[in-house]
C-alpha cells in the first residue's frame, strides 16, 4: 500500500516536472536547447499540449482582467429579493446634528419618566427628561423621534415604537416606562 501511494506521488511530480520543462523554449530549466534532437522532440511529443496550454492561458487571463470598460455586472432578481439590500431597512436620513428640537428628537431609549402631573383641561400628562437634562411635558399623541405616546396612567407612560428588525411580524412594540422602577418596587 506505501509503495503505491509512493509510485503515485512520483508519477505526479514527474508528470508535473514534464509539464513544465515542455512549456520553456528549450526543454531544460534554463530555456535554452541543449541539443536539436531533444528541442525537436519535446516540441513534436508537446506540440498539441504546448498549445493547449497557450489557449487556456489565455483564457485564465481574460478572467483575471475581469469586465471591459463599459463592461458592469448587473444582478437580475427573478423575483427574488436583492441580496445586497439592508434586511433592516433604509437608515434614518436624519444626521447626527439634525434632530428636531424637544421631545420630537429623543429616542425612547434616552427618555426618563420623573413624574405624572393631572390637570382638568388635558387630562394626565407625564413629565420626562430627555439626554439634554431638561423637563418636557408630553401627553398622549406626542411623538418621538422612534415612535409616539400612546398612553400616559397614575405610574407610567406607554410608547409606541417603530421595530425594523425583519425576523418580527409586528412592526410596532409597546415600551412601558414606570414612574417607580421594577428594582425598587421590591
Known amino acids: 500500500m506505501k509503495q503505491l501511494r509512493l509510485t503515485f506521488s ?3 511530480v514527474l508528470a508535473a516536472m ?3 520543462f515542455a512549456q520553456t523554449k528549450g526543454g531544460s530549466p534554463g530555456g535554452g536547447a541543449s541539443t536539436a534532437t531533444t528541442s525537436t522532440t519535446a516540441t513534436s511529443t508537446t506540440g498539441t499540449t504546448a498549445t493547449a496550454t497557450g489557449g487556456v492561458q489565455e483564457v485564465l487571463q481574460e478572467i483575471l482582467e475581469g469586465p471591459g470598460v463599459g463592461e ?3 444582478y437580475d432578481p427573478q423575483g427574488r429579493r436583492d441580496p445586497f439590500q439592508s434586511l433592516i431597512g433604509p437608515a434614518p436620513k436624519l444626521q447626527a446634528g439634525a ?3 424637544g421631545p420630537a428628537g429623543f429616542l425612547i431609549d434616552e427618555i426618563k419618566l420623573q413624574g405624572i402631573v393631572t390637570t382638568k383641561q388635558q387630562g394626565l400628562m407625564a413629565m420626562v427628561n430627555g439626554p439634554d437634562n431638561k423637563g418636557y411635558l408630553v401627553h398622549v399623541g406626542d411623538k418621538v423621534l422612534d415612535g ?3 398612553r400616559v396612567t397614575p405610574s407610567s407612560i ?3 415604537q417603530e421595530v425594523n428588525d425583519p425576523t418580527r411580524i409586528e412592526r410596532f412594540r409597546e415600551v412601558v416606562k414606570d414612574l417607580v422602577p421594577e428594582a425598587q418596587k421590591k
Open 10 to 12: 512520483m508519477a505526479i
Open 18 to 20: 514534464a509539464t513544465v
Open 72 to 74: 458592469q455586472y448587473r
Open 99 to 101: 434632530r428636531p428640537p
Open 148 to 150: 409616539e405616546v400612546v
Open 158 to 160: 406607554v410608547f409606541r
